[in-house]
């Protein structure tokens, strides 16, 4: 197998130059070797793709080695083999009796497998608050590696991957692509006598379909519908009651390409608005506007979040959450880097080639409206990477 | 909000009669407090349910206390008001500056939640390897609270939940229901003009839909389909190639009620089968056959699983893969319970009640076949959940 050749998303050199950008970052900070456990990261460095995260896995990426080694379940290293760059001796698998057993844990294999590469007694960087990396694989890496250092190594290469390469924007571009065909796919759909799950089902269909050019894939997570009663929660599971009449419904949701996310929340209102719900609407939309108008290198997280906030606050409208993340690669449970936040207290300055979804919604007691924007910052200004129009969506 | 009725699942006697199963393993195992974090264990305790998993998030139950607390994001305490049974004072939320903040970590607001009950120095059980509780969690509730004795109580829940009520089961064949239709749809949609990811859309249209009666919803990971080439690996993404002629495709996936999933694996092939590929398929069927026979309360999981191991073995087939897991309420990554395994050396006993999904696939350097079944132990043997049947199913 060692012979297939890989179905890699980039080039070679893209990889090496994130491997670098990676390896920069561990030297300053006196990291040897790293851990790296979250699923995103361990595409952006090697390509792995495969909905094996379920059991333990890891690529590690070592100062003194070029090329990274992947590790996990022995019947994932097909994947290994068919979606990395990584040559036979750098995909070191577990058996499967490692596998959810009560005697034996995957990260004492992966120990040894750092142990044996002579790394016992260097500095280990691990992502301490990652999805994956769980207490328990902490406590056996440590105990496997009693010689190591340990040093918490959360989002070092989340932070690498905020800024995108020309071939990442692409794939962002066709993943909003498909997430403007799936506004209009709920658009058609969206019906007083039909369920929530028909609705998300109409929805779903589109974005696994995708464009001509690139097909569609799952999100990290599955679209959220929030109708009626329920558009106060921000992340419910749909049900399978009717939709019924004048009632708003928001709904987020991403389409991808190749892991890569490109998400919106649109308000949709079955039958008549009610004056005052145009008006929350309207504002909504107007804080986006005031806020994507300060988006330029050299602006600061905060500034953007500044901007929305002076805007809504003209009308008695506040929102506690922050205004918006990062995205990119993703896989579940969310389509968030976890890295910079749109909110006061970041100053985190915006650079051409980074992408944040907007999340611009406010919720009340009684109800919400959400009409957001991922955006790529520019040379200049900003670039919206989804086309549906900002307004609240009315089906008479 | 505490004066809205929220929607149950199940009576509140099925949910007190979970609890009480759970404390009085807390008590045998000499647990006071429990913090659970796994997403499919608050669910179960609770009832909660919404895709917020992806920020800290849990159920604290303790012996001196008749009813648990939920305790999570502010923004998603209204989805604890409407799918949980807890009164208001019982449903605890942590300010929005807690999220992915540099400063401060919600372990910090849960683990004073403990310390202002009066537990502060019990022993405190933590799901040690539960996906959703990182080494940073763990590391932060013990700073916190560093009088407290930590215990590991991963599957203490998990394993309460192993046997299903009779209401559990009534979600879990609806899930199959929908499951049978989703197979359906794959044999309709299946041609080798499509893309793969037409394939899928298909595929997820239905699922999402669910019957009549009960909306679907979407799984716990999206549906793994493996053509052609990479029918030899379990868990790839899909693509967007077209199908092609004269090919397996091997496809795996659940339909879900109430996040209850009733998960199947079939293999397809696009064409006329080659005489050895029949053969192969026929060989798993008669191993799962096989398997299913010896099923009924008092068997052991080493022995279902002896009896398909034997069975192949006539064939000169062997697997290295456990042959199942237990299934049921399910939450990104898995749809596994991640108890009981049916492979060799697992001495679990069969109780009626029990759901296992056994994953009979096998595959070799070139290809696979998967032809699974899930079922239920019945007082004397098994109910197949899903219907369709277990045969390679060929599109010519």
Not at 124 to 133: C, D, F, I, Q, R
Not at 308 to 335: M, S
Request: hydrophobic share 40%; glycine share 8%; net charge negative.
């Amino acid at each position: 197998m060692g012979e297939t050749m890989a179905n890699l998303n980039f080039e070679r050199a893209e990889y090496a130059q994130r491997l670098d950008g990676v390896k920069k970052r561990m030297a300053s900070e006196g990291i040897d070797v790293l851990v790296v456990t979250e699923p995103s990261n361990m595409n952006y460095l090697t390509g792995y793709d495969a909905y094996s995260f379920y059991v333990v896995q890891a690529v590690i990426v070592a100062l003194d080695s070029e090329l990274p080694i992947w590790t996990g379940r022995f019947m994932d290293a097909v994947s290994a083999h068919s979606t990395t760059y990584l040559p036979a001796d750098h995909i070191l698998p577990y058996p499967d009796n490692y596998v959810q057993s009560a005697e034996r844990h995957p990260m004492e294999f992966i120990g040894r497998i750092v142990a044996d590469k002579g790394w016992g007694a260097k500095t280990l960087g691990v992502e301490m608050g990652a999805y994956y990396y769980t207490a328990r694989s902490h406590a056996e890496l440590q105990k496997t590696l009693p010689d190591a250092r340990f040093k918490d190594a959360e989002l070092l290469v989340n932070w690498v991957r905020i800024v995108k390469s020309e071939r990442e924007l692409e794939y962002m571009r066709a993943a909003g692509a498909t997430t403007d065909l799936m506004v209009e796919a709920a658009k058609n759909a969206a019906h007083p006598d039909i369920r929530e799950c028909d609705l998300a089902s109409a929805i779903v269909e589109v974005q696994m379909k995708g464009t001509e050019r690139f097909g569609g894939m799952p999100s990290s997570g599955a679209p959220l519908i929030m109708a009626g009663a329920r558009a106060n929660e921000p992340h419910p599971a749909w049900n399978d009651q009717l939709l019924g009449n004048d009632i708003p419904i928001n709904i987020e949701m991403a389409g991808v390409c190749r892991r890569y996310h490109g998400p919106i929340s649109r308000t949709f209102y079955l039958g008549s608005p009610p004056q005052d719900y145009r008006d929350f609407a309207a504002r909504v939309v107007e804080g986006v506007a005031a806020a994507l108008d300060v988006v330029k290198p050299g602006t600061t997280c905060e500034e953007v979040e500044a901007a929305w906030r002076k805007t809504i606050a003209k009308w008695g409208l506040e929102k506690e959450a922050r205004l918006g993340y990062p995205t990119g690669i993703a896989y579940a449970p969310t389509w968030g880097e976890r890295t910079a936040s749109l909110r006061k207290g970041d100053l985190t300055v915006l650079e051409a080639g980074m992408v944040f979804h907007m999340m611009a919604g406010i919720w009340n007691e009684a109800t919400g409206v959400t009409i957001t924007q991922t955006f790529i910052v520019t040379d200049t200004g900003h670039e919206d990477l989804t086309k549906s129009p900002r307004e609240l969506i009315v089906i008479d």
